[in-house]
């Protein structure tokens, strides 16, 4: 039975939140990791460019 019709409101188990919070950690290190792959990227095409 759903727990919102039957008025349970069940904490959620420590398991769901660790992959919750694993799943929270892994987008936002993918966020923050692919504007300085840009950066390096583009220092790298720069530096090729001034030899």
Do not use: W
């Amino acid at each position: 039975m759903n727990s919102a019709i039957d008025g349970k409101n069940d904490p959620p188990s420590s398991q769901s939140v660790e992959q919750e919070f694993n799943d929270f950690v892994y987008i936002v290190s993918h966020d923050l990791n692919a504007p300085l792959r840009h950066i390096q990227q583009a220092t790298a095409m720069q530096s090729l460019l001034m030899l």
